[in-house]
């Protein structure tokens, strides 16, 4: 299969940029419609795997972007060593499904679902730039507030805030007052 | 399965295990087959002081938390023997309601917090181009305005006051004259037979310490004898005049 030329205007612009990009600019920058470039994006998918690369374009963090598929990870990670940062922790996990669902949110709201002193797992995930301080609460104290970063959409292979898991149900048990909880319980039949 | 492997080894788990007095609790739920919505408080309570017990006697550090969280399951309990007395128009409240609430919402989080590393596990394989390897490096990308959080600045100012502390200290030396030296300078200064003045020994513009170095050094003389001094009225000029004894003594 030959690539059209709309298809590899969109491959050269994907791969150059530094930042996933949306179908709106890909769309702005070839000058077609966005019909057309979620077309030549299936038709580049399409070749990547006919052809048997290495590569995908997938839809990240708010854009798409061409990866590497996983099967070379530890192939690519070489070029990596050292600089590459460790997993998150469990606590930094935890830390940053509470921010993600909940922001912008303050250290208080993150500790009383948690039920411990999140200080440290804040940090890490400051310094890992998963999350940052969006401002302060107008409360008495004006504690920060926390929200979550491009690159923390971007390392869990998120499109968008919205595809967070089960994120629609969870928005929803955060609004329920505890009355409310008892009479339904979304993870009740949990079996793990 | 996991569950049973926890269980068998369960009276000698460490509190490390957990992140947390919630995360303890859920545990002793599912390992005692417990529901969520019909908490027997006494039990739970008990399981939960048992478990701070041993960690206690294994003389391990617990989090205040778990201790909040003792003393709370306590009073529930407590609470759960007592006779309620209900009054009219008064709803009867269950302690443990926000327990559960916290329970449910602490659970779910923690079930997030496992799909993430799920999607962490997967994407730690993939690479895309030239993002990380931005990220990655040494130098940072330029940061358009606005961009810059609170915390980038505080890093620039403790990598600013990093690199202060490696600049080598400036010392200052002081400069010390002895007596001995000075005395030996003014061995060759002053003649015999001709009176020199004590601005003209200093020198001018003189600094504090070679004034009241020459100054000591001028009274050591006069305590030796070996020179003579005068002074017409209080601050005016000294004039010294070298005695025979110096050429004599040295």
Known sequence: ?192 | MIEKKIYSRSCRIELDDFEGPLDLLLYLIRRDEIDIYDIPVAHVADQYLKYIREARELDLDIASEYLVMAATLTKMKSRSLLPTHRFDGEEDSDPGTELRRQLILYRTFRSIAEELQRNEETWTDIYTSPGERQRWSDDTAEIEPGQASLLDLLRALSSLSEEEAELAPHRIRRTLLTINECINTLDKNIVTGRTIPFGAIVGPEPTRSRIVSYFITLLELIRRGWVYCHQAYPFSEIEIQRTERWNVDS
Do not use: W
């Open chain 1, 1 to 192: 299969m030959i690539l059209d030329r709309l298809a590899r205007e969109v491959e050269a612009l994907i791969f150059a940029s530094d930042e996933p990009l949306s179908i709106q600019q890909l769309s702005e920058f070839t000058g077609s419609g966005e019909d057309s470039i979620q077309q030549a994006l299936e038709r580049l998918n399409t070749s990547f795997l006919d052809q048997q690369h290495a590569l995908t374009v997938v839809d990240v963090a708010g854009g798409f972007r061409i990866v590497t598929d996983g099967e070379f990870g530890s192939v690519v990670s070489q070029l990596f060593e050292g600089k590459k940062p460790g997993k998150l922790s469990r606590a930094a996990l935890e830390t940053l499904a509470v921010v993600a669902y909940s922001q912008p949110c303050t250290r208080m709201t993150i500790e009383s679902i948690r039920g411990v002193n999140c200080d440290s797992a804040i940090r890490t995930l400051l310094e890992r730039d998963m999350i940052r301080i969006g401002g302060r609460m107008e409360t008495p104290g004006r504690p920060l507030l926390y929200s979550t970063t491009k690159a923390f959409l971007e390392y869990f292979g998120l499109s968008n805030l919205d595809h967070l898991p089960r994120f629609d149900e969870v928005e929803e048990l955060l609004g329920m007052s505890s009355a409310e909880i008892e009479k339904r319980d979304l993870f009740g039949s949990e079996e793990e």
